[in-house]
């Protein structure tokens, strides 16, 4: 299953192409950005290509690209991620500097989870974030999440390791 195109307030919420490499490269190249990110700092344009082609093979990756109704400009991504391992479901998102603290993260994710218990049978959703990442506390916070368990978690690359959190959110009426 193909991502759809959803809308919420102040974004639209598409499926990505490799027409967006240049504003992947906005964020994934924003060494501000990526600090507490899992993947390496993109030292290129190019190293967005492997990500793209292999964001809809996996029907357990929801991904999308924040797109600002207001520019037209893609901002940012993120989605929703089975584990079935685990059965449960996390989120994961990125957004450019420029567009931090406008709680345009908290209202693409609480779409797209919308959109994911509409869709698929979603219990449980998670999500994980360096101790130190604020902001991403923030988000969850914000999408009714609270605290779960301490871990770490490590950039794909082994190039750092951080202390972590996992908070989640249970939902009743399932």
């Known amino acids: ?9 102040r974004l639209i919420l598409r499926p990505i192409t490799m027409d ?24 290129n344009k190019e190293e967005g290509r492997e990500w793209i082609e292999s964001l809809y093979q996996d029907d357990d990756k929801k ?5 600002l109704k207001e520019t037209g400009e893609l901002i940012g ?28 993260v908290t209202e693409a994710i609480s779409r797209i989870i919308e959109w994911g218990r509409e869709s698929f049978d979603i219990k449980e959703i998670a999500g994980t974030f360096a101790i130190e990442n604020i902001g991403s506390r923030r988000v969850m916070e914000k999408l009714g999440m609270t605290y779960l368990e ?5 950039k794909l690359d082994g190039s750092e390791t951080f202390k972590a959190k996992t908070y989640h959110k249970i939902f009743k009426d399932n």
């Not at 299953?1 to 307030?9: I, N």
């Not at 504003?23 to 899992?38: E, H, L």
């Not at 993120?78 to 420029?98: A, L, M, Q, T």
């Open 20 to 43: 967006d490499l240049d504003a992947i490269f906005k964020w994934a190249g924003d060494p501000r950005v990526n600090k507490y990110m899992i993947y390496p700092l993109y030292k």
């Open 77 to 104: 991504s993120g989605g929703i991620y089975y584990h079935p391992d685990r059965k449960v479901w996390s989120v994961g998102y990125n957004i450019c500097y420029d567009y931090w603290n406008r709680g345009l």
């Open 150 to 154: 301490d871990h770490d978690y490590s």
């Open 1 to 9: 299953m193909t991502v759809p195109t959803l809308e919420s307030e």
């Open 63 to 67: 991904d999308f690209g924040f797109v």
